[in-house]
Nanobody
Framework: QVQVKESGGGLVQAGENLNLSCTISGLPFRDYSVGWFRQPPGKERKGILCINKYASSLERVPFTVSRDNSRNTTNLQIRGLIAADTATYSC?????????????????????WGQGIQVTVSS
């Protein structure tokens, strides 16, 4: 059984940095692409960044996504949080997962999802 579990969210102050972590079990992690999506209140879920099995990290300021195959984890770092970063953040995995900033779920190829974790930025 595949399990995808996010951690590290909560209430944060604007301007702070935040690290979210996602642990994925029940599949050969190193063979899967992994990535992060987010859904702001009242809006659609969209892609942030996804990385394939060959990459260790990918950056699109202020976001950095990384993976640790030895720990079956992927991390999302957000630097300099702003109110617009308030959203539910979700981790996903898929053999053909692909996403980029603002990309649609329809073409993501996500096979497995976490339940999501809330991040609320206070100003």
């Amino acid at each position: 059984q595949v399990q995808v579990k996010e951690s590290g969210g909560g209430l944060v102050q604007a301007g702070e940095n935040l690290n979210l972590s996602c642990t994925i079990s029940g599949l050969p992690f190193r063979d899967y692409s992994v990535g992060w999506f987010r859904q702001p209140p009242g809006k659609e879920r969209k892609g942030i960044l996804c990385i394939n099995k060959y990459a260790s990290s990918l950056e699109r300021v202020p976001f950095t996504v990384s993976r640790d195959n030895s720990r079956n984890t992927t991390n999302l770092q957000i630097r300099g949080l702003i109110a617009a970063d308030t959203a539910t953040y979700s981790c996903a995995a898929g053999l053909r997962l692909t996403c980029s900033w603002g990309s649609s779920l329809d073409t993501s190829g996500a096979e497995y999802w976490g339940q999501g974790i809330q991040v609320t930025v206070s100003s």
